[in-house]
């Protein structure tokens, strides 16, 4: 019973794609009546650009805004092609602008020679804000450690955490890179991860799902 009042209540469709060669997850959100958001679209190739653009079409999707968790490579890659087809602003809080920066030559370093530079942001977001898209709420959530102003999106009535590259399944983001920092990330997950509800599904930037409450009995970052 209890099931299925959980699935009665979901008013929000969650879309998984796997891309580029950091095998980056983008999610295509969309509720029943067509409005649609992309969380970090690492789409880079013409072939992973024609999987979300022929899903968008096929469904009729009113593609509203696209969300940056943070701009490193892999989750920006989608940026330009996307901000271009659906005339949509992209959100992100204004601390990335410094790892949104990072990334063209992160992209000759790599060798990703067909790169389209991102557009800057054009909606700026910092803790506590709240977004709407038709039946989609998120609020912003600042966690920070991972990269120097990493925020995920947090769906409070589905359960839901876009978490970007905070937390993963059994791991967490790397802390290594410009802006990273161990105790900033340990911090923001404790604190701000940690604390959401443990029925909470986490849809992170690499890897499968997973909940709060499972990271919060095994995951490796509580022995740091
Ligand atoms: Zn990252
Ligand atoms: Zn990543």
Known sequence: MQRKNNIKRMSIHIRTYTFNPFQENTYLIHDDQNNAVIVDPGCYTAQEREVLDEFIQNNDLKIHAILNTHCHI????????????????????????????????????????????????TIFVEEGDELTFGEIRFKVIFAPGHSIAHIAFYNEENAVLMGGDILFKGSFGRYDLPGGSLETLKNSIRTKIFTLPENTVVYPGHGPETTIGSEKSSNPILHY
């Open 74 to 121: 892999d989750h920006v890659l989608g940026n330009a092609h996307l901000a271009r087809t659906y005339s949509v602003d992209i959100i992100a809080h204004e601390g990335e602008l410094s790892t949104l920066s990072m990334v063209g030559p992160s992209a000759q370093l790599y060798g990703f020679t067909g790169y389209e530079p991102s557009p800057l942001p």
